[in-house]
Structure formats: structure tokens, C-alpha cells
Nanobody, 117 residues
Framework: QVQLVESGGGLVQPGGSLRLSCAAS????????MGWYRQAPGNQRELVAY???????NYADSMKGRVAISRDNGKNTVNLQVNSLKPEDTAIYYC???????????WGQGTQVTVSS
């Protein structure tokens, strides 16, 4: 079973930046689509970005220009760089991985991002 562990969340002021990381266990990292969702209190979970095993990226329209997703297959990690943070970015950010062969999804436990003065 794939295990995902997020890190990098915390408190940041508006306009600041952070870099979230997700480390995945296992030896078949390259077949997985990986990405990030977020969920704010009272809101539905929403997709932030994902990246294919080949490096193709997709972003939520609302996040384009501020977010960049990348992966390092050698380290079994996926990263999310978020710039120009706004208070409305406050949410729990969840890493996910999809086995594209089986279409089975795996989820991390989330990391809290709080944007506040």
C-alpha cells in the first residue's frame, strides 16, 4: 500500500510563499499521477494541481500563475510551490497519488496552511 506524508505547511503572511512536499513510499512511483487538493472549513475539497508520471501538469484555473507543481521520481516526492498567498488559500492541503494502471487513489493526512496577518 502506498503511504503519503505531507510537509511544509504552516503560518504565512499574505503575499508570502511556501513549498509543500509530499513523500511517497514504494518503488513504483513513476506510474502514479500525483497532486494536491485542498479543503477549507465549510468548503468542498477542490483540486489545486496534479502532475502526470511523464511530467505533464494541470492547474486549477484559480491557481494558475501562482502555483507550480513538480516531482522528483528519484526521491519519490512531489512538491507544490505556492506564491502570492492570500487569506483565501487557508486550507488543509492533501497530497494524492493515483495508480494509473489500477485507478486506485491514495491520500495523505494533510498539512495545514494558514495565511494571515
Amino acid at each position: 500500500q502506498v503511504q503519503l506524508v505531507e510537509s511544509g505547511g504552516g503560518l504565512v503572511q499574505p503575499g508570502g510563499s511556501l513549498r509543500l512536499s509530499c513523500a511517497a513510499s514504494g518503488s513504483i512511483f513513476s506510474i502514479y499521477r500525483m497532486g494536491w487538493y485542498r479543503q477549507a472549513p465549510g468548503n468542498q475539497r477542490e483540486l489545486v494541481a496534479y502532475i502526470s508520471s511523464g511530467g505533464n501538469t494541470n492547474y486549477a484555473d484559480s491557481m494558475k500563475g501562482r502555483v507550480a507543481i513538480s516531482r522528483d521520481n528519484g526521491k519519490n516526492t512531489v512538491n507544490l510551490q505556492v506564491n502570492s498567498l492570500k487569506p483565501e488559500d487557508t486550507a488543509i492541503y492533501y497530497c494524492f497519488a493515483r495508480n494509473t494502471a489500477t485507478r486506485i487513489d491514495y491520500w495523505g493526512q494533510g498539512t495545514q496552511v494558514t495565511v494571515s496577518s
